[in-house]
């Protein structure tokens, strides 16, 4: 079955950086898609990142254009956020995503806090 499981969240100060990744098993990786999303307290889940298969295109949320990046890597079956110049807007549950076969997969999401 489908697994995905995120890690690398914690606190960090507004400016710094972190990365997260998301392992993923139970389907053909690299013929997928790959979505980062995140939820706020409150707030609605949003998508933050998107990279595709063939090539590697990205997009991004306005919000994190310029300061995340999202990247693959096929032979390891991960996903990974690169979040740099961090702001405590950006605190949420973050979540990696796919979609097969019309069904959405989510992880157990990993907590970023941005605080000083």
């Known amino acids: 079955q489908v697994q995905l499981v995120e890690s690398g969240g914690g606190l960090v100060q507004p400016g710094g950086s972190l990365r997260l990744s998301c392992a993923a098993s139970?389907?053909?990786?690299?013929?997928?898609?790959m979505y980062w999303y995140r939820q706020a307290p409150e707030k609605e889940r949003e998508l933050v990142a998107k990279?595709?298969?063939?090539?590697?295109?990205?997009n991004y949320a306005d919000s994190v254009k310029g300061r995340f990046t999202i990247s693959r890597d096929n032979a390891k079956n991960t996903v990974y956020l690169q979040m740099n110049s961090l702001k405590p807007e950006d605190t949420a549950v973050y979540y990696c995503?796919?979609?097969?076969?019309?069904?959405?997969?989510w992880g157990q999401g990993t907590q970023v806090t941005v605080s000083s």
């Open positions: 995503n796919i979609v097969r076969g019309g069904i959405p997969y």
């Open positions: 990279i595709t298969t063939v090539g590697g295109s990205t």
């Open positions: 139970g389907f053909t990786f690299s013929r997928y898609a």
